[in-house]
Structures are given as structure tokens and as C-alpha cells.
């Protein structure tokens, strides 16, 4: 359950739900776990058909900063001088490199207590934003989700810090923010992959802030995740995914370690998730689970084996670099041991 809503924004009724992708999901029950991720970006827009899926990378990855393929920091803390940011590549010099991910095996993310000047700053725009949104949408959930502040990736240590913010501030900064080097939305993604090789995809429901979107189980991190001070990321994936498709955890291993994507204003970090079922079996038994739902969030369960079964204009940025680098060599680089 996400932390109720604090003043001076509160939700009008308790069917509100802090759901969705970007923008929360309509559910009949209480406010649920928040599952936000900014699809919405518009140096990201969907690809028309016949635009080919290396093209349409080019553009989506043209902010990724060349610190994936170093081993060293990958973003700057709130203590970096202004000129840090500014000296990142622009995405002009990124436009063409190709995406990576690299392994990150440990985590260490506490909580940052200081105020946002962002959402200070941009107060008023914020609220008029957030009352266009909620008129547009009632069931919006202004609670609070934690927001990456900065932090730096050594090796295969990722260090940072999440500051708790409301939806209403995330959302704005998302969609029209600057990116400033430091903050990013920091989510966990459960990749889950069957017995055969397939990745397996929730397709969102009709009723979702995202209807039709195709991506892995997951959400940017929220109260719900601090464990002893903590943010714990291998823990949102093992209750995103069984709260998305039903799995339990006894019926899945998970691997070590996470595969982290980064862009101008995300870290999508993609936590292996291996079924012993067949891609069928798999989306056959998710999609039973999903039936004993009175309002299940995903519509289908979309298998990908081949370059084949990518939808570029239905899968955001993260999730389409993601199946490009999985079927590029990615699946065998991710099965090494070590």
C-alpha cells in the first residue's frame, strides 16, 4: 500500500490507485503498489511503421551517456557543480551509439532527506499540471514514490541516494523537467524469461494510463520498498511480479544481480527472473491467474523469441533496447557464470 497522500493534494476516494505506467491504473480495490515510468517522453516518440527498429533506437538512445560503457560513475550526486551536468554528452553525440547494459551486482541506495528545489521552484506549474490531470482522470493517487537524487555506479556497484517526492512533482518532472545529470527515475524491472528462451511482456489493460503498452513487470520504488533505510529493488521485482501476473516466487528463480539501462531521466534495472515453463505454458498460466481477477492490470502476456515479435511503437525505449540487446548476444552474456 502506497503512503497516503499528504496535503495540500488527497485523493477523493479510497478506490484511488497509485497503479499505472507514468500515470496510475483505475482498480476497484484500495490504492495499490506505485508502477510509474514516464513512458511519455517526447525525445522517445513512437516510431512510425517502416521506421526500422536500429533507427528508432538511434533516437531513443540518444541520451545515453557514455558512463554505460565506462566503469565509472554514471551519474552525478546532488553535491556535483552545476558545470558536471552540463558537461555530460549531449544527445547529438549519443545518437548513435548502441545500447548496453551492463551487470550490477550490488545495490546500496539510502534515503535523501533534503528538500527538491525542482518541485519548489515549480510549484505552481506543478499544481496547475496535477489539477489538469486529475480532472482528466480522477482516479490519479498523489502519493509519494522515491525519485533517484543521485549516485554513481563503480564496477558493479550501484550507490545512490531516493528522495521521497509526491506523484504530482514526479510526474511533472518526467514529462517536462529538464534532465539534470543527477535525478532519474530509478525503477526495477522483472525480466522474466521462460524455459525456451522467450521473454514474456505484460500488455497492458484497456483501463491502464497505458493501454496496449508492452513491458516487464515492475515500478519505480515507493514507502512500501524502504527496508531498515533501505531501498530494495530485488524486493519491488518479487512483489511487482506477483502482483502483475500471479507468479509466485516459489515458482520462479531469480538471478543475482540487475541489467542496467540508463537514459537522460531513467535507470531501468532489469532483474532476470527464469520460469521452468515453456513461453506458452508460461503465458497460458498467467493468463488463468489474470481471469480469477476482477480488474486484472494486464490485458495479454506478449512472448518475444525473434526480432519478429517486436512492437517498436508499443514498447517503450527501455524495453525495446532491452529485447535488442537480449537477442544480440545479451541472453548468453546474461547466462555466465561470475
Known amino acids: 500500500m502506497i503512503a497516503p497522500a499528504p496535503a495540500p493534494i488527497a485523493p477523493p476516494a479510497a478506490a484511488r490507485s497509485s497503479r499505472g505506467v507514468h500515470a496510475p491504473i483505475i482498480r476497484a480495490a484500495a490504492p495499490t503498489r506505485a508502477n510509474f515510468f514516464n513512458i511519455e517522453n517526447p525525445s522517445c516518440k513512437a516510431p512510425s511503421r517502416g521506421t526500422t527498429i536500429g533507427d528508432h533506437r538511434a533516437i531513443c538512445q540518444a541520451a545515453v551517456r557514455s558512463a554505460l560503457t565506462d566503469g565509472n560513475a554514471c551519474f552525478a550526486g546532488p553535491e556535483a557543480p552545476a558545470e558536471a551536468a552540463s558537461s555530460l554528452p549531449s544527445r547529438e553525440d549519443n545518437a548513435l551509439a548502441v545500447p548496453r547494459f551492463r551487470r550490477i551486482r550490488h545495490i546500496d541506495a539510502t534515503l535523501d532527506a533534503s528538500p527538491w528545489a525542482y518541485a519548489e521552484r515549480q510549484r505552481p506549474a506543478i499544481d496547475a499540471a496535477w489539477a489538469a490531470a486529475t480532472a482528466a482522470n480522477p482516479a490519479l493517487f ?125 535507470l531501468a534495472f532489469t532483474k532476470i527472473v527464469r520460469s521452468p515453463l515453456a513461453g506458452d505454458a508460461l503465458r497460458q498460466t498467467i493468463l488463468g491467474r489474470l481471469a480469477a481477477e476482477a480488474q486484472p492490470e494486464l490485458a495479454d502476456i506478449h512472448l518475444v523469441r525473434s526480432a519478429d515479435d517486436l512492437i517498436p511503437e508499443r514498447m517503450p525505449a527501455f524495453q525495446l533496447a532491452f529485447c535488442e540487446w537480449w537477442l544480440a548476444g545479451g541472453a548468453a552474456e546474461a547466462a555466465q557464470p561470475g
Open 142 to 266: 498523489n502519493g509519494r514514490v522515491l525519485l533517484m537524487s543521485g549516485g554513481g555506479v563503480t564496477g558493479e556497484r550501484m550507490t545512490g541516494r531516493y528522495r521521497p517526492v509526491l506523484y504530482a512533482e514526479f510526474l511533472h518532472y518526467m514529462r517536462h523537467g529538464e534532465a539534470d545529470g543527477r535525478t532519474k527515475n530509478g525503477f526495477a524491472l522483472a525480466g522474466l524469461v521462460a524455459s525456451d528462451g522467450a521473454l514474456a511482456m505484460g500488455v497492458m489493460g484497456a483501463h491502464t494510463a497505458n493501454a496496449g503498452k508492452i513491458y516487464f513487470p515492475g515500478g519505480t520504488p515507493d514507502l512500501d520498498d524502504l527496508v531498515d533505510g533501505r531501498v530494495d529493488l530485488a524486493g519491488s521485482v518479487r512483489r511487482e511480479l506477483g502482483e502483475e501476473t500471479g507468479l509466485r516466487t516459489d515458482e520462479v528463480t531469480f538471478d543475482d544481480g540487475f541489467w542496467l539501462y540508463e537514459d537522460d531521466k531513467r
